[in-house]
Every structure is written in C-alpha cells, then in structure tokens.
C-alpha cells in the first residue's frame, strides 16, 4: 500500500506535488501531527483517499465527545484503531507536557494511562487477526529514539511501551524537525517495527 505521511509543516511545495499528480497511486494519507487543518483537507481532496490523523502540540484540542476541531474528510485517530484495506492502524497524539496548560501535551504517566486504554483493542485484534497492529502513527517520537534533550522534544516512554506488546510493522512520528536527512538519524529498527520520523513529509510504500 502506497503512503504519504506529512507532519508538522506546511509546504508549498506539497499543492503543487500533489495538485499536479505527483502522488498518484497513493492509498491512504496518514497526518502526524501539527498541520493546519485547511492543509489536511486540501491533501485529502486532490489526492481523494482516506486520510487517518493524530493531534500534535500545536492543533487544536480535540474533544471526543463533542467531535469539536477536526479535519473533514478525515478521521482523527488519537487513541483508536482502525483496519483499512487489510491493514491494523492505530493513533496516539499529543507529546510529552513541557507547559502546564499546555494542548495535547502529557506527562509520562498520563502518557502511559492513554497508551493502556488501547490495550483491549489490541489483544482482540491479536485473537481475531493474529497480530495486534500493522501501523501505529503518533507526534510524539518514543522515548530515546528521534527525540532530544530539551523539556519540548523528549519523547514519550509510553509508544516504547505500545511499540514493545503490540509489534507494529511501521510507527511514523512527527514533532522533531530534520533538516539534514542524510545527516540526521530518521529511521531506526526496534525488533519488527521500523520507526520513522515523517517530518515534513514522506511518500512510501508498506507491506504486511
């Protein structure tokens, strides 16, 4: 399945690729957090696939029982798992809180209680399909891989832990800006799952 992840920037460059059918044959969009919402909206009506997101630190707050600041036409993935076209994708927004009123941020323990609540849905995935997720997309990096010192870009302990009992062939993340790809650590191996950081946009394509 071909992929297009974007997070954290907004990129002219992106209407043009996409209005010009640069990423035709593209599948599913996956949003990673911190994009504008007029952005997302724009993607997934040139391309016309569907499109799973997660909030990042700098979006709006999402309130899951009112249905309050979402993209339209696509579905806010924060805490949820979804199949789609044979594959299991699950969501975990937000990064870890460097302010005390800050949006879509945790501590590592809040984290940690979040990342539990998707626990039921992965064990019955691993009864039913024999696995417990295919893709996990997240801002936040994990803890120690892709992220950073600093109070703002540490990464959280909790998608170590969601990665480690679910096995995800893929986890993309946004939240920590690269430059110098070729220079920089995007891409790194935990036992199955390869954990990439999408930032500001990477086209793909993943496999069982």
């Known amino acids: 399945?071909?992929?297009?992840?974007?997070?954290?920037?907004?990129?002219?460059?992106?209407?043009?690729?996409?209005?010009?059918?640069?990423?035709?044959?593209?599948?599913?969009?996956?949003?990673?957090?911190d994009l504008s919402y007029e952005y997302l909206e724009y993607l997934v009506t040139i391309i016309n696939v569907r499109m799973f997101y997660v909030p990042g630190n700098h979006d709006p707050r999402f309130d899951l029982t009112k249905k309050e600041a979402h993209a339209e036409g696509g579905v806010n993935l924060d805490l949820k798992i979804v199949r789609h076209n044979k594959f299991l994708i699950g969501g975990f927004g937000g990064c870890i809180r460097y302010r005390p009123d800050g949006i879509n941020q945790y501590s590592q323990?809040?984290?940690?209680?979040?990342?539990?609540s998707m626990l039921p849905r992965l064990l019955l995935n691993r009864l039913q399909y024999g696995r417990a997720l295919d893709i996990l997309i997240s801002h936040s990096p994990p803890y120690g891989i892709h992220d950073d010192t600093d109070r703002a870009?540490?990464?959280?302990?909790?998608?170590?832990?969601?990665?480690?009992?679910?096995?995800?062939?893929?986890?993309?993340?946004?939240?920590?800006?690269?430059?110098?790809?070729?220079?920089?650590?995007?891409?790194?191996?935990?036992?199955?799952?390869?954990?990439?950081?999408?930032?500001?946009?990477?086209?793909?394509?993943?496999?069982?």
Not at 109 to 116: I, L
Not at 193 to 199: D, F, G, L, S
């Open 1 to 33: 399945m071909k992929i297009l992840a974007v997070s954290d920037q907004v990129l002219e460059r992106l209407y043009t690729l996409s209005s010009s059918g640069h990423f035709q044959g593209a599948e599913l969009i996956l949003g990673c957090g």
């Open 109 to 116: 323990s809040e984290a940690y209680v979040r990342a539990f």
């Open 153 to 208: 870009h540490v990464g959280l302990k909790a998608l170590n832990w969601l990665i480690r009992i679910s096995q995800p062939r893929y986890h993309f993340h946004g939240h920590m800006h690269v430059y110098r790809r070729n220079l920089e650590n995007v891409e790194t191996n935990v036992g199955l799952t390869r954990i990439i950081n999408v930032y500001p946009y990477k086209a793909l394509e993943v496999s069982h």
